[in-house]
């Protein structure tokens, strides 16, 4: 009898043992130890609660499933639940990944093993006070942009978070683990063991998952806290996925104001306040935002006029009651130390590196009373800058200088953009007048439909232009306060004629109010990560009533509107946020696009062709180009090409320097220059540049001379009286051969 109960036992043992090697944590093989049975089933307390109680969803389509955390930590005073949508396939990971990055208050510590992506940590900022970040041996870990650190190694139990208010928990063999359940019936909360790992496991519709921390390695036993629906955040992790809509906001009810949309148009109201200890920083009515390297500009019409902030916190830096003598209107990048700030006074200059403003304003800019100064819209483009101008026109602006050198005169000028190429396009109401950037030549094309003047009541103009095609969008309308209930596509030919697109065929929705219509209120904008053409629009009328105020994305080719929402307040009310215009954060650094070169003759090179910045158009991009040896190749640059001209065969590196809405990039470009010198003939009076790919010649003088051109026979070809300067001599008309160039002073 003793034998076989020692046989029994030592069975048993056995069999012990063998499961005890089957136990997983998160799908992955467990060797730790554990004190409680490992396959048990979570008490469910919350029966009542359900997907439609859910308040904070990320993500978007047909599909739906929830998301519980609890950390088992006595601060909590109910487990909350997310919500995540999605088309396609997604897994459980899928799902915590979107909504860390959505929640800025959420974070976690992975591991990525070859089994897939453990959860080795997540924490929750409890006290909201944005301070996220890890602590390992005594040493910050951050946390990045999309909310997580990893790990290579199993050291869970070392970190901790910084912020000890932080809810935080972290572990594997000592502190405890992360536990992971999950359903599949849309029942609250998940109480069937998850096998998987959340990157293997394959989420359905009304899936439930939830993470529960086994503290200590045991669960004593595992039940779930009262489950609550986590409300939104009010500012997101980052401004990096979305826009800004930067609104005058209701005069008389509040300041100026910044929504934030993201990626998954959650829209986030006052980010601007909530971001300063929710206190009102901006002047009255702003209308105007713009990014400009590290800041965020934000300019009103009343004081104050100027508020300068972080682009990545939205936290304010410094801000100017008024702009001079004047109110603020439109700002625009020079380089990396200055902006050129618009005002009802005229145009002053910022210093970008002390944050100081001129005292006065570039000669030439203001006017002789507060409003006959007023500027509009402001762009600069290669070596010069336009600036629209009530009543006057077009000013031309060296920016090397801060000198204006030329005006071109319009009474009508309201505003202006500039086209993908770099064109720039002045608006003047029934008109507009296409200006060469490099010659300044314009000419005046009449508009298939009026645009409505801005100088009124100061507002950004309603024309933008394609990054991707030659085409302008705007909205066409004439009265005040705006009736504008049309939206238009240009096209804009080879000769930079402009013709409506019959594709594009844009319809106003209808309004709330039955008796009332839909009217386009602030600039549009293309939005660079989804693409669309963005508008915003009010409701006709005035009062609580009439109140609305939506955002409509718009498909470039046919004009259909993809998706609307309904901008109201934190409350869910309706509220007249009177959008201006959309401002779009800047992520990305340019990138010159240009390898080795090899230069045999003149070759000119087009700046659009080989910068590319993902945010921006890169004709409005400042490049800076030099020879590295002038004996081997010459520059020039006209602002939107570089021309290379050979001088002697060798090889030096070209070296540009380009400038994107004061992001920097540099590259350095190897030049392979073939051939000898004797086609190139230079004097200290005369340089000749043949050019082998056309018909002419470049004679550079130092003085006026005479020249001829003989053939190898000795009769006259060319005959002619040149003057100081360059000079081009078209030789298309003589056959193939070996001429004599005479030059005679």
């Known amino acids: 009898m003793k034998k076989s109960l020692t046989l029994f036992l030592l069975l048993a043992m056995s069999t012990f043992s063998h499961i005890q090697a089957q136990i997983k944590v998160q799908g992955m093989p467990y060797s730790g130890k554990i004190n409680a049975p490992m396959f048990i089933t979570a008490s469910p307390t919350n029966a009542e609660f359900a997907m439609d109680d859910i308040q904070f969803w990320v993500g978007e389509g047909e599909n739906r499933a929830a998301l519980v955390i609890q950390w088992n930590d006595d601060r909590e005073e109910n487990t909350y ?38 959860v080795a940590g997540i924490g929750f900022d409890l006290d909201g006070d944005g301070d996220i970040a890890l602590k390992l041996n005594g040493e910050d870990v951050a946390v990045n942009s999309e909310g997580y650190a990893v790990t290579t190694s199993y050291n869970y139990d070392d970190f901790s978070a910084r912020d000890a208010d932080d809810l935080w928990m972290s ?40 993470w529960w921390f086994a503290a200590g390695m045991s669960w004593n036993p595992a039940t779930w806290n009262s489950l609550a629906a986590i409300e939104k955040p009010s500012l997101p992790r980052t401004f990096t996925n979305g826009f800004f809509l930067q609104n005058e906001d209701w005069f008389g009810h509040a300041q100026g104001s910044i929504n934030w949309i993201d990626n998954q148009t959650t829209p986030y109201y006052n980010i601007d306040n909530k971001a300063n200890n929710n206190t009102e920083i901006l002047g009255n009515t702003s209308q105007y935002g713009y990014i400009y390297g590290d800041y965020y500009y934000a300019v009103s019409k009343q004081s104050p006029c100027l508020v300068i902030m972080d682009a990545q916190t939205m936290k304010a830096i410094k801000s100017f009651d008024k702009i001079g003598n004047g109110d603020g209107r439109a700002i625009v990048g020079i380089n990396e130390n200055k902006v050129y700030v618009g005002s009802t006074a005229g145009i002053y200059v910022l210093n970008t590196q002390d944050l100081s403003l001129s005292t006065s304003a570039i000669e030439g800019t203001a006017g002789t009373s507060q409003y006959s100064g007023q500027i509009g819209i402001m762009v600069r483009v290669g070596k010069y800058v336009f600036a629209a101008k009530q009543s006057t026109g077009i000013l031309v602006i060296d920016p ?18 500039v086209s993908r190429t770099g064109t720039v ?21 009449t508009l298939p439909n009026s645009m409505a003047s801005v100088w009124g009541s100061w507002m950004p103009d309603k024309i933008c232009a394609d990054p991707d095609e030659d085409a302008l969008y705007y909205a066409y309308g004439s009265n005040w306060p705006n009736s504008e209930k049309f939206l238009g596509k240009l096209l804009i030919g080879e000769d930079g004629s402009l013709t409506e697109d019959p594709d594009f065929a844009f319809t106003m929705p209808a309004a709330v109010v039955e008796s009332q219509y839909q009217m386009l209120y602030g600039m549009p904008g293309i939005d660079p990560q989804s693409g669309h053409l963005l508008i915003t629009t009010t409701q006709s009328g005035y009062g609580a009533n009439y109140s609305y105020n939506w955002l409509h994305f718009i498909d ?28 779009f954060p800047d992520n990305h650094t340019p990138e010159i696009h240009l390898e080795n070169i090899q230069l045999s003759g003149v070759e000119t ?18 490049c800076e180009a030099i ?35 004061g992001k920097i990039a540099e590259q350095n ?77």
């Open 556 to 583: 470039r080719s046919t004009g259909t509107v993809i998706k609307t929402i309904t901008l109201t307040n934190d409350e869910g009310e309706n509220y007249y946020w009177f959008p201006s215009m959309p401002v």
């Open 425 to 445: 396009w002045a608006i003047a109401t029934s008109d507009i007048i296409r200006i060469n950037p490099i010659s300044l030549e314009h000419e005046t094309i």
């Open 605 to 622: 090179i087009a700046l659009t062709d080989i910068i590319e910045d993902k945010d921006n158009l890169s004709a409005l991009a400042v």
């Open 400 to 417: 090397e200088t801060d000198t204006v050198i030329q005006t071109i005169e319009n009474s009508k000028i309201c505003g202006l953009t």
């Open 81 to 118: 639940v997310w919500g995540y949508r999605w088309d396609g396939e997604a897994t459980g990971y899928d799902m915590l990944a979107a909504i860390v990055k959505a929640d800025r208050r959420l974070y976690y510590l992975t591991h990525k093993t070859n089994l897939g992506n453990a």
């Open 171 to 210: 572990g594997w063999f000592t502190n405890g683990y992360w536990s992971y359940y999950g359903n599949n019936d849309g029942t609250f909360p998940p109480s069937t063991y998850a096998s998987a790992g959340a990157a293997s496991r394959k989420l359905q519709n009304n899936s439930v998952d939830g």
């Open 627 to 661: 020879s590295e040896d002038i004996n081997i190749f010459t520059i020039e640059n006209d602002g939107l090409h570089l021309t290379l001209k050979p001088i002697s065969a060798g090889t030096a590196n070209l070296i540009i320097r380009v400038n994107s809405n």
């Open 669 to 745: 470009i190897p030049v392979n220059v073939s051939g000898t010198t004797t086609n190139i003939i230079e004097t200290n009076t005369i340089q000749v540049f043949p050019n082998p790919f056309t018909d002419h010649i470049i004679i550079n003088l130092a003085a006026d001379q005479d020249v001829t051109i003989y053939g190898t026979d000795g009769k006259l070809v060319l005959q002619a009286h040149l003057h100081t300067g360059k000079n081009q001599i078209e030789l298309g008309h003589l056959g193939k051969g070996i001429y004599i160039l005479l030059v005679v002073r």
